[in-house]
């Protein structure tokens, strides 16, 4: 396996950083209260820039930038990365849901707008999820395999039906991230598991360009497994907030980085 490159970190204007996925505002307010009493950017967000643009897509770190906005902050230490493999590989979650009946479930889903729900059968879903005919699939706790297709073939337009599609068990029970695939193994982590809700595979540019437009994939989706991630940096944020300009921050932050590098303080993390 290739060594991962050397960490990029830098520090750039709060409202730059645009996120990717609906985060858990429920965390932002006791993180906020965190940072302020430790003083702290522990770990760096880690953000992959737009193409020809001074904007940068936060992949992992969305509560922490959202908490560091809410306390009024202009900049934000990131770790900018190579949005691809080996750097960056991307997955998906999948979601357990808990906490409501399998028939209001599978209700609530049939009534969003634009969704096409039918049975199918396991090996058949997999495979039309595998070529993106489908949105989702279903396997409920009685072993029935649903099949969650929608007519739109915009990547904006499945995006808004997904996350309606979503919210109907967001709002309504439990979600809870899983690599597992299969019903099986869902139960052992959840026995009252009411349903596995399986997504297909993403690419980056699909991540990137539904951030650049403004618009939010579903909370717990997206997986990213980085190399290189830069850890126990421990940045002080009275750096952040002080009254020097970017450029100097910038620079600040480079001999601050080589003074631990030195003395080995920060450390990298290969996923």
């Known amino acids: ?93 999948h979601h357990l849901v808990t906490g409501i009946g399998l028939e209001p479930f599978t209700q609530e889903i049939a009534a969003v707008n634009d969704i096409d729900l039918h049975q199918s059968d396991l090996l058949r879903a997999r495979a039309e999820l595998a070529q993106r005919e489908l949105i989702a699939c279903i396997i409920r706790s009685d072993n029935k395999v649903l099949a969650v297709s929608s007519h739109h073939r915009r ?66 989706l997206t997986r990213h497994l980085i190399q290189g991630r830069v850890l126990r940096v421990n940045y002080p944020l009275s750096e952040l907030k002080s009254n020097e300009t970017l450029e100097k921050k910038n620079a600040k932050l480079q001999e601050w980085m080589q003074k631990k590098n030195v003395t080995k303080e920060v450390r990298l993390y290969a996923e």
């Open 1 to 93: 396996m290739s060594s991962p490159p050397s960490p990029t970190l830098r520090i750039v204007p709060i409202h730059s950083l645009v996120e990717h996925e609906y985060n858990d505002i429920q965390r932002t307010l006791p993180l906020a209260k965190r940072l302020e009493a430790e003083g702290l950017l522990k770990n760096p967000p880690i953000v992959a820039q737009l193409e020809g643009e001074q904007r940068y897509v936060v992949l992992d770190g969305a509560n922490r930038t959202t908490a560091l906005a809410q306390l009024h902050y202009e900049h934000c230490l990131v770790q900018v990365v190579n949005y691809e493999p080996p750097q960056v590989t991307l997955s998906t979650w």
């Open 155 to 220: 990547i904006h337009d499945k995006n808004t039906v997904l996350n309606a599609m979503v919210d109907t068990y967001k709002e309504k029970g439990g979600l809870h991230r899983a690599v597992a695939d299969n019903i099986d193994e869902a139960r052992k982590l959840f026995p009252n598991v009411t349903a596995l809700v399986i997504f297909p595979n993403y690419e980056s540019s699909e991540v990137m360009i539904l951030a650049r437009d403004g618009e939010l994939l579903p909370t717990g």
